[in-house]
C-alpha cells in the first residue's frame, strides 16, 4: 500500500549538513501526514518533525527547530529532511512515517498514531 524509502544518510562533521529523502508510493500524500523520527543507541524512538495531511504546517521538535526543515514534493512524491548546524546529539537512525490523516500535534508528534515505516537511514555526526 505504502511504501516509504530513506536516502540521505551519512556522516557529517559537527556543523555540516545533510538532506534526508523519503520516496513514497504515489498518493501517499492524498491521505497521509508526513514524520520523520529518530532513534539514537540505547534510547527510545523520538519525535523530530512532522507536516500533516490536508495543508501545510509543520511541528518539530524544539531541539531542532530552526536547524531542520521538513518539505513535500507533491510531483516527485517525496518528502525531505533538511537538517542544518548539525550537533554531535542528532546522531541517530532517522525513519521517514506515514500517518492517516494526521493533522493536530498531538497526532503528529505520536509515533503510535503512524500507520508505515521506513527502514531509516544512518546520520553519524562527529564532534
Known amino acids: 500500500q505504502v511504501q516509504l524509502v530513506e536516502s540521505g544518510g551519512g556522516l557529517v562533521q559537527a556543523g555540516g549538513s545533510l538532506r534526508l529523502s523519503c520516496a513514497t508510493s504515489a498518493g501517499t500524500f492524498d491521505n497521509y501526514a508526513m514524520g520523520w523520527f529518530r532513534q539514537a543507541p540505547e534510547k527510545e524512538r523520538e519525535f523530530v518533525a512532522a507536516?500533516?495531511?490536508?495543508?501545510?504546517?509543520?511541528v518539530y521538535q524544539n531541539s531542532v527547530k530552526g536547524r531542520f526543515t521538513i518539505s513535500r514534493d507533491f510531483a516527485q512524491n517525496t518528502v525531505y529532511l533538511q537538517m542544518n548546524s548539525l550537533k554531535p546529539e542528532d546522531t541517530a537512525v532517522y525513519y521517514c512515517?506515514?500517518?492517516?490523516?494526521?493533522?493536530?500535534?498531538?497526532?503528529?508528534?505520536?509515533?503510535?498514531?503512524?500507520?508505515?515505516w521506513g527502514q531509516g537511514t544512518q546520520v553519524t555526526v562527529s564532534s
Open positions: 512515517a506515514a500517518g492517516m490523516r494526521l493533522n493536530t500535534i498531538a497526532t503528529m508528534t505520536d509515533d503510535r498514531r503512524y500507520d508505515y
Open positions: 507536516i500533516m495531511w490536508g495543508g501545510s504546517s509543520t
